[in-house]
């Protein structure tokens, strides 16, 4: 049996989030249920089983493992993955995949999709994933997985289900469908990321990032190479609707027992117990 690359898990509400995250080391993240990933600094073995994934930015800790993942599909006879990432992207990462492959000699299989902020992919009948532009040092994306979900229009509420159906069977749509943000991921970003998407506010789960939580790292240097402190959250604690928020993604400069330390001064009940500081 392969052991897997270290990952965390946490399940919430029919989501189990796995992955690991931690600021210029690696970050991956899955949500087996939806069966997508996100970001691929790393590649945890049983990860590869994922056919569809989603990178927000092209930096290493990001984007590392892109290689490893759609050579051991081909290894394992799986089909090629299909990978959404920034559009600008696609054609720098197309080369690096060909140059693996004149090291390897060996195939590297895989649909790569460039995006643009607003785009929308589904990925099942189920469920729909929208690119938000974020706020980083180079272009980025955010993703916010939507549940479609279909409700009886108004204006046919009470009807018994014989009407209904002679409506339906004529062709009239009785239904309208409806959107549920279930879970959304931000990446990479600095606080406008966030501020100018309220959908990730919205969405009931949110992973996203806190690099800095130390008092004397300064805001605005921090803001400007596209990344959040726990300061942050605290400005915008009311405008967090989320029933889970996993932060993520924190500096190598910090270690566990710090971490909880200096975010429990500022977040005392970690949003109301909503918080989970993913360490």
């Known amino acids: 049996m392969v052991e897997n690359a270290p990952v965390l898990s946490h399940h919430h509400d029919g989501l189990t989030i796995e992955g690991y995250s931690r600021a210029a080391v690696q970050t991956c993240w899955r949500v087996n249920e939806l069966k997508v990933l996100f970001d691929c600094g790393i590649q945890p073995w049983d990860f590869m089983g994922t ?48 140059m693996f492959r004149r090291l390897d000699r060996g195939a590297m299989p895989c649909e790569l999709i460039g995006l643009l902020p607003g785009d929308e992919t589904s990925i099942s009948r189920e469920y729909v994933v929208t690119a938000l532009p974020t706020r980083h040092t180079i272009e980025s994306l955010g993703f916010v997985v939507h549940q479609r979900r279909h409700k009886l229009k108004p204006e046919f509420v009470g009807l018994d289900g014989d009407k209904l159906r002679d409506l339906k069977l004529s062709g ?22 966030l501020d100018e998407n309220p959908v990730f506010y919205e969405a009931n789960v949110l992973v996203t990032e ?59 009940d970690l949003m109301q ?7």
């Not at 927000?56 to 090629?80: E, Q």
């Not at 117990?273 to 360490?279: A, P, Q, V």
């Open 273 to 279: 117990g909503r918080m989970r500081l993913w360490l």
């Open 210 to 268: 806190m690099t800095f939580v130390a008092p004397e790292h300064r805001k605005d240097k921090i803001h400007k190479h596209g990344h959040m402190h726990v300061d942050d959250y605290r400005k915008r604690a009311d405008r967090f609707k989320n029933e889970l928020i996993i932060a993520a993604h924190l500096s190598t400069r910090y270690n566990t027992n710090q971490v909880k330390r200096m975010v429990s001064k500022v977040l005392p």
């Open 172 to 193: 009239t749509e009785i239904t309208q469908e409806t959107r549920v943000p279930v879970f959304a991921y931000t990446g990479d970003t600095s606080p406008p990321g």
């Open 51 to 98: 056919s569809t994934l989603f990178i927000s930015h092209t930096h290493l800790d990001h984007i590392a493992a892109l290689p490893a993942y759609v050579s051991r599909r081909r290894m394992m006879k799986m089909d090629p993955p299909v990978i959404y990432l920034p559009d600008s992207a696609v054609d720098t990462a197309w080369d690096m995949l060909q």
